[in-house]
């Protein structure tokens, strides 16, 4: 498959460079890298971005994230391999990702438990976690990045 375009946060000079800037302040937001980097993988199966979904399995191995856990991220809630803030933070990104699928988009439910894990920074954190990867994978799917692409 060949890209309908160069990745448009590289073809305006100052996108990827905001978008980096952002997940600069993500990362600073307490939440375990681990975690971070699962929710990126499941926001991004989820979204279907094979682009996305092989940077995020190579950089989860990166930050220590076992192999039980990169094969059933996609399974989380019937696999033994998750803790519960692992859980709360990845029921809080999928939910954020599919905001259409129902009448409330991130139910009370889904948001209290991942605040009984997480404090406002860290929370703020995996918000904007789930959004700068939804970011991407739209970008990606739409035009056509494949697995294995760099950006320069």
Not at 65 to 75: G, S
Not at 115 to 140: C, I, P, S, W
Request: hydrophobic share 45%.
């Amino acid at each position: 498959m060949q890209p309908r375009l160069q990745n448009p946060a590289t073809v305006l000079p100052d996108a990827m460079p905001a978008i980096l800037s952002l997940l600069k302040a993500v990362h600073a937001g307490g939440v375990d890298q681990q975690t971070m980097e699962l929710v990126h993988l499941r926001v991004s199966q989820i979204n279907g971005c094979s682009a996305c979904v092989d940077g995020g399995v190579k950089s989860a191995r990166k930050a220590g994230v076992d192999e039980e856990r990169l094969a059933t991220v996609a399974a989380w809630r019937e696999a033994p391999y998750f803790g519960d803030a692992e859980r709360a933070a990845l029921a809080l990104a999928e939910a954020a990702t599919r905001l259409a699928d129902r009448p409330e988009a991130v139910s009370d439910e889904v948001w209290d438990a991942a605040a009984t894990h997480y404090d406002e920074k860290q929370l703020a954190a995996l918000v904007l976690m789930t959004g700068v990867t939804n970011l991407f994978n739209r970008l990606n799917a739409t035009t056509r990045q494949p697995a294995g692409a760099t950006w320069s």
